[in-house]
């Protein structure tokens, strides 16, 4: 029996993401994985991942001056699967408290900076436990507990509080880990450097991919 093809992921490369690692956790998992610098890189793709490393202003600059806005606008409005990764869950937001510079806006809210409190240093930088929100292929109803790590100093605020799939304890104050909505779904965490933890997680998303519950 032949071989299923395997899922083909694209990876939008625009500079500041750590497209490696990313990279080299999707084909681990037996993605196929090609970097996207326009449009005609997308073809065939199920999927996108938006990574992000770095500040919101420059990442939207360089968003903006590799023209791959209008990419990923065009297909968010086609309901197609998107997977933004730390930063690039925060740049899916309207605006941050980092910078001046407008989100995507493909999610309706603001990125907020940590609170600041003794002996709760940012960046928050490190392991720590997941809290589940509403459910989601992500994150499904009775998930175990989920460690993870972060290296972050702003958290999003989603408008409709039912997007988040998961939120982090930081200095007292639940904050926004990981996001679920429509086509939509991001991590404020690095799944690719999460161990067995964000592999289950990649994995689950690529079965929600292959089962079709959204045309490619």
Known sequence: MASPTPLRIGLIDYGMGNLHSVQRAFERLGAEVVAVHGTADTAGCRALVLPGVGAFDPAMERLHRSGLVPVIADWYAAGRPLLGICLGLQLLFEASDEGQAAGLGLL????????????????????????????????????????????????????????????????????????????IAACQFHPEKSSGTGEAMLRRWLDWLAAGRLSP
Request: charge should be positive; include cysteine.
């Open 108 to 183: 309706k809210g603001r990125v907020r900076a940590l609170p600041r409190s003794p002996g709760h240093p940012v960046p928050h930088m490190g392991w720590a436990p997941l809290l589940p929100a509403e459910p989601s292929p992500l994150l499904p109803a009775g998930t175990p507990a989920s460690w993870v790590y972060f290296v972050h100093s702003y958290a999003a605020e989603p408008s409709d509080p039912a997007c988040t799939t998961a939120r982090v304890d930081f200095a007292g104050s639940p904050v926004t880990a990981a996001v679920w909505q429509g086509s």
